[in-house]
């Protein structure tokens, strides 16, 4: 069993049972995906008659289990172990939020069946997956067990929420419903499509297979504004824009691009307040919006290259890939 902490049962027993607050899951099966709030279960099942505890812990079994066991809550006892995440800090400080912010599943369940469509028709060879929502008291969003998605709602109650008033505004912005389908798909593309680096990788190669992952989200959950891709406000993505050809020729000037320091690299695309060294005016992950401006001027060039395609290795590690783009930027 292969565990990923980064970013499908359908289970019609327990969706009834749920339906009371629930709501329509969709106007249309083939628009929604199956959403089970092991949360709220989690937190009723104190309360459960005997009988009604039997029957959640047979049809969730293995979900419960691993979220269990994920959660570092596990006796050996399913029930017990239950009762005992339901008395935990995580749960007394964030359960009623979390029931605030989502008393019905309908909107996440479209989203995710469109990240479902999508995937099934960009990405075939993935597996299908399932979805549970929960309460978690780590930093990771999104949490992996096989083909089984669990969703820390918790870390989704909105930029302003006071939970997250101590966070830099770069951590805070991304803490809302839309970037929930965003992190999925990108926690399920980083298990199935990891970086693959060569004997001496440089920081191009992984700018440009973090551009490509971050393509490849775009295609699965059909947003496209490039802000939003990127988890930066507006003014943000502004910045990066004026002073892309700037940093550009910095990174070139400086041996950025051919630098096979990986720790700068990674450092370069990963969520920070600024992107240093380049600029303390650049936003965070300028790495990543340097590759993601790669792959697509690739793409203009290359229309029919297809997605999984630009995920390989022989497309990122190729020293011709930054050529044939044709990426200069104009500023």
């Not at 327990?14 to 099966?29: F, H, L, M, P, Q």
């Not at 943000?236 to 000037?253: C, N, P, S």
Request: proline residues 7%.
């Amino acid at each position: 069993m292969r565990y990923i902490l980064p970013s499908i049962l359908s289970l019609s027993l327990i969706a009834a049972a749920c339906s009371s607050k629930n709501g329509d899951a969709s106007d249309s099966a083939s628009q929604s995906a199956p959403f089970t709030r092991l949360d709220r279960l989690v937190e009723q099942f104190p309360s459960m008659p005997a009988q009604r505890q039997h029957v959640v812990v047979d049809s969730l079994a293995i979900p419960l289990y691993d979220y269990i066991y994920l959660m570092g809550a596990s006796t050996g006892n399913i029930p017990a172990s239950i009762d005992s995440l339901s008395h935990t800090a995580a749960f007394t400080m964030f359960g009623p939020e979390v029931e605030k912010a989502y008393p019905t599943t309908s909107d996440i369940e479209k989203r995710l069946g469109a990240l479902n469509a999508n995937m099934r028709r960009l990405t075939p060879s993935l597996p299908s997956y399932s979805y549970y929502g929960i309460i978690s008291p780590y930093r990771q969003q999104v949490m992996l067990v096989d083909s089984v998605v669990y969703i820390a709602l918790n870390h989704y109650l909105g930029a302003t929420h006071d939970a997250y008033s101590t966070m830099p505004e770069y951590a805070r912005f991304t803490k809302t419903a839309e970037y929930i389908p965003l992190d999925i798909a990108e926690a399920v593309l980083s298990v199935e499509y990891p970086f693959k680096a060569e004997s001496a990788p440089t920081a191009i190669q992984y700018f440009i297979y973090e551009g490509a992952l971050l393509k490849a989200v775009s295609a699965l959950t059909g947003i496209n504004d490039t802000a939003t891709l990127m988890g930066w406000t507006p003014a943000q993505f502004d910045k990066a824009q004026t002073l892309e050809a700037e940093a550009w020729r910095k990174m070139a000037t400086d041996n950025i691009i051919y630098s096979t320091d990986m720790a700068l690299a990674q450092r370069l695309c990963a969520p920070s307040p600024a992107s240093q060294p380049l600029s303390a005016e650049l936003p965070g992950r300028f790495g990543r919006y340097v590759g993601y401006r790669i792959v697509n001027s690739f793409l203009e060039k290359n229309p029919d290259t297809a997605l999984t395609d630009i995920l390989s290795p022989q497309f990122y590690n190729n020293p011709s890939t930054l050529i044939n783009s044709g990426y200069t930027p104009a500023r």
